[in-house]
């Protein structure tokens, strides 16, 4: 059995899981947004300056540890690539290079649905960031209000062109879009613990 038959049954296996974590996340965040709403707190408001800034330097460190667990899921994205070290099988497959990139392969699959999940999250805490630094503005700087806002338009459009499934011949455009939004995160991340 060839190692990319092994990772597509690995893969085969997460799947249904996966589905389910999207499912709970879902509810969570909806569940949480409810909760909210009942104990009478508006999530546009804006909140008293210690619990805005503890949600930021919490924020941070988060928006930190996804940049490099997305750094490190483009690294096995691109070890995964059919350029990569991976050969055909001794059972006859055809070499990597004359295969089409694995992005119908179950394995691909399992990767992409771990780069949404990931920006979603990201999503969500650079939207929570961006209101708190609302609400502190003008105690942070306007340009470190408006990078949370440009980093959110950046990921947007970086998840509606991963989502979409781009084809093959536009996974160079994803990488490089993946590449630049993973520096602007982790600048906006540095910038925002420097001036808390």
Avoid: I
């Avoid at 990319?4 to 909806?30: I, R």
């Avoid at 709403?37 to 949600?55: I, K, L, N, V, W």
């Amino acid at each position: 059995m060839s190692t990319s038959s092994v990772d597509d049954e690995n893969a085969d296996a997460a799947l249904p899981p996966m589905a389910l974590l999207a499912t709970l996340q879902t509810a969570t965040t909806v569940w949480e947004g409810l909760r909210e709403r009942r104990e009478g707190r508006d999530p546009a408001g804006q909140e008293a300056a210690g619990t805005a800034r503890a949600y930021l330097d919490d924020a941070a460190g988060e928006l930190t540890r996804l940049h490099m667990q997305l750094l490190m899921a483009k690294v096995q994205a691109d070890r995964a690539s059919p350029f990569g070290s991976e050969g055909g099988s001794d059972e006859g497959e055809e070499p990597a290079e004359e295969r089409s990139p694995a992005a119908g392969s179950p394995a691909a699959a399992a990767r992409r649905f771990d780069l949404l999940m990931k920006l979603r999250r990201t999503d969500r805490l650079l939207h929570g960031a961006h209101q708190r630094l609302m609400s502190l503005y003008p105690a942070v700087s306007e340009e470190l209000v408006e990078e949370a806002r440009h980093c959110q338009g950046e990921l947007s459009r970086l998840r509606n062109v991963s989502s979409a499934g781009a084809p093959p011949s536009d996974d160079a455009s994803l990488d490089e879009a993946l590449a630049l939004f993973l520096q602007r995160l982790l600048s906006f991340a540095t910038w925002t613990q420097r001036e808390l």
